[in-house]
């Protein structure tokens, strides 16, 4: 069965598409080869599929990699499980419920078309947890933009990405590749971890993910105010800390770039072994 043809598609659904699931299919075989070029997938290769849909891209897969596909909508998986072999396992749950340890130790790939309305938090996850060896992804195209952008304003994204890899836009994908058509363009983004910070401890990374989340909390607060939350230092405290660093601690979280939040979280770090607390 052709996986990409919207006949196809409409078939495996046996209803609408849901909105609040980002369903977007791929409907171009073009796209599929792109994202898997990009990936480098070589035989033998793991990879972790967020979101197989109906199994176009999944199925290209699984001619080289070993799969896992971990797919939320209920009324996908058996046509889904019908496509499991030794190649591809297929789970159904929500990615950002779900432990993989049990599938996934290290080195592992990540090449999925991403539900937009969870992309954030599903490349935090990945990040954070037990980071692939490369991730290529569809995202929204401002989203990939304002990523891979360098010297303008940094958001939480692009500040935890650039904190594990090194982000770049393969290409621009035009939504009339999708199938319903989403609102806006896509991009094929790609995330090849660096070495940079591969020495400072798991402890750090730990920290380090809830300094920068605590620092966007509210993003037009200043710096002072979102850091509040994180632990019990007081205002005060928390501004001279800044002030020591060379950071304007009335400045918002965008206006930091990578080597302040790593400056701030090696403080953290430091005053939390000093003062044996537990942030
Ligand atoms: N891979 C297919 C393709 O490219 O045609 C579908 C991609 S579609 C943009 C996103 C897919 O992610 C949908 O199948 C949707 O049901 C699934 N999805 C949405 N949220 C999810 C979540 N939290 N965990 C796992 N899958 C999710």
Same mark, same amino acid.
Request: aromatic residues 6%.
């Given at each position: 069965?052709?996986?990409?043809?919207?006949?196809?598609?409409?078939?495996?659904?046996?209803?609408?598409?849901?909105?609040?699931?980002?369903?977007?299919?791929?409907?171009?075989?073009?796209?599929?080869?792109?994202?898997?070029?990009?990936?480098?997938?070589?035989?033998?290769?793991?990879?972790?599929?967020?979101?197989?849909?109906?199994?176009?891209?999944?199925?290209?897969?699984?001619?080289?990699?070993?799969?896992?596909?971990?797919?939320?909508?209920?009324?996908?998986?058996?046509?889904?499980?019908?496509?499991?072999?030794?190649?591809?396992?297929?789970?159904?749950?929500?990615?950002?419920?779900?432990?993989?340890?049990?599938?996934?130790?290290?080195?592992?790939?990540? &090449?999925?078309?991403?539900?937009?309305? #969870? $992309?954030?938090? !599903?490349?935090? =996850?990945?990040? @954070? /947890? %037990?980071?692939? *060896?490369?991730? &290529?992804?569809?995202?929204?195209?401002? #989203? $990939?933009?304002? !990523?891979?952008? =360098?010297?303008? @304003? /940094? %958001?939480?994204? *692009?500040?935890?990405?650039?904190?594990?890899?090194?982000?770049?836009?393969?290409?621009?994908?035009? =939504?009339?590749?999708?199938?319903?058509?989403?609102?806006?363009?896509?991009?094929?983004?790609?995330?090849?971890?660096?070495?940079?910070?591969?020495? =400072?401890?798991?402890?750090?990374?730990?920290?380090?993910?809830?300094?920068?989340?605590?620092?966007?909390?509210?993003?037009?607060?200043?710096?002072?105010?979102?850091?509040?939350?994180?632990?019990?230092?007081?205002?005060?405290?928390?501004?001279?800390?800044?002030?020591?660093?060379?950071?304007?601690?009335?400045?918002?979280?965008?206006?930091?770039?990578?080597?302040?939040?790593?400056?701030?979280?090696?403080?953290?770090?430091?005053?939390?072994?000093?003062?044996?607390?537990?942030?």
């Amino acid at each position: 069965m052709k996986l990409t043809s919207i006949d196809n598609i409409k078939k495996v659904l046996k209803n609408k598409p849901l909105k609040k699931l980002g369903q977007n299919f791929l409907i171009n075989e073009e796209v599929i080869e792109k994202l898997i070029s990009a990936a480098e997938i070589n035989d033998g290769d793991k990879v972790l599929e967020i979101g197989p849909g109906v199994g176009a891209l999944t199925e290209k897969l699984t001619e080289k990699a070993t799969v896992i596909a971990v797919e939320k909508d209920s009324r996908l998986i058996d046509h889904l499980k019908e496509m499991e072999s030794k190649s591809l396992t297929v789970l159904r749950a929500d990615f950002l419920n779900v432990s993989l340890e049990k599938y996934l130790q290290s080195n592992y790939k990540v &090449v999925s078309n991403l539900p937009f309305n #969870v $992309a954030t938090p !599903i490349i935090r =996850k990945l990040l @954070k /947890e %037990n980071p692939p *060896s490369l991730i &290529v992804v569809i995202v929204q195209k401002e #989203v $990939a933009q304002r !990523i891979e952008s =360098k010297g303008e @304003k /940094e %958001n939480f994204l *692009s500040t935890i990405i650039k904190f594990r890899g090194e982000p770049e836009i393969v290409s621009t994908i035009p =939504k009339n590749n999708f199938w319903p058509s989403p609102e806006v363009d896509a991009s094929i983004l790609k995330i090849t971890p660096h070495s940079k910070y591969s020495k =400072k401890e798991e402890e750090f990374s730990n920290l380090f993910f809830k300094v920068v989340e605590a620092g966007f909390l509210h993003p037009r607060k200043q710096i002072k105010n979102n850091l509040t939350g994180l632990n019990n230092f007081s205002k005060e405290n928390i501004e001279n800390i800044l002030i020591n660093l060379n950071i304007d601690p009335k400045k918002r979280g965008e206006d930091l770039n990578l080597d302040d939040w790593i400056r701030v979280t090696d403080k953290y770090l430091t005053l939390n072994k000093k003062e044996n607390k537990i942030i």
